[in-house]
């Protein structure tokens, strides 16, 4: 009767395993690797929600996102962009090394300069040679401090964004570069290509 139980239980589990979507049961299987630009707010108004937004970038960025052999960009905006770390991810001690940058950085500048660092994120991005794909993140606490870069030189950069809403900060994934992929791509629509 017990070996007929655990028959039972074995192939229960051998069917609940091969039912699953692929996705639950496969490991990060990507081979191209993709350049990470992270452009986080230094401004004063991002200190009430700094804490919730470093540890939601470090969780959903650099834990989960990131693997060897991609480039990370790390740019803090305050009264002009800084970027605080640019290169390869190399091991775990590379990511622990972001994670306490991201920790160590304090907000409290006047302003946010936004548009240095997307600027300087679109630059770098355009010179990569090879496939690649380009994840650009921006987090924020302030409309007001995002302003200048929605209506001035920076617009053009956030012409394709998508916002994520949280409490107290917002976070902008934003295709650097796209103009021409996106012309491309209506052209070869058009022409039935």
């Given amino acids: 009767m017990t070996s007929i139980i655990n028959r039972k239980r074995l192939l229960g589990l051998l069917t609940a395993f091969f039912l699953l979507p692929q996705g639950v049961r496969a490991a990060d299987s990507r081979s191209i690797p993709i350049d990470v630009n992270i452009i986080m707010d230094g401004s004063a108004a991002m200190q009430a929600a700094d804490e919730g937004a470093v540890n939601w970038v470090c969780s959903y960025v650099i834990d989960s996102l990131l693997r060897e052999g991609d480039t990370l960009r790390l740019w803090i905006a305050g009264e002009t962009a800084k970027n605080?770390?640019?290169?390869?991810?190399?091991?775990?001690?590379?990511?622990?090394?972001?994670?306490?940058?991201?920790?160590?950085?304090?907000?409290?500048?006047?302003?946010?300069?936004?548009?240095?660092?997307?600027?300087?994120?679109?630059?770098?991005s355009a010179s990569r040679s090879g496939p690649a794909i380009t994840y650009t993140l921006l987090v924020t606490a302030s409309s007001a401090g995002l302003s200048p870069t929605l209506t001035g030189a920076g617009a053009n950069?956030?012409?394709?964004?998508?916002?994520?809403?949280?409490?107290?900060?917002?976070?902008?994934?934003?295709?650097?570069?796209?103009?021409?992929?996106?012309?491309?791509?209506?052209?070869?629509?058009?022409?039935?290509?």
């Fill in 84 to 124: 605080e770390f640019s290169g390869p991810l190399k091991d775990e001690d590379t990511k622990e090394e972001i994670r306490k940058l991201l920790r160590s950085a304090v907000p409290g500048s006047r302003t946010a300069d936004f548009t240095g660092a997307l600027q300087e994120a679109a630059r770098m």
């Fill in 157 to 193: 950069y956030m012409r394709y964004s998508r916002v994520m809403e949280f409490s107290g900060w917002r976070a902008l994934v934003i295709a650097l570069n796209a103009d021409s992929r996106v012309q491309n791509a209506a052209k070869a629509y058009m022409t039935g290509l």
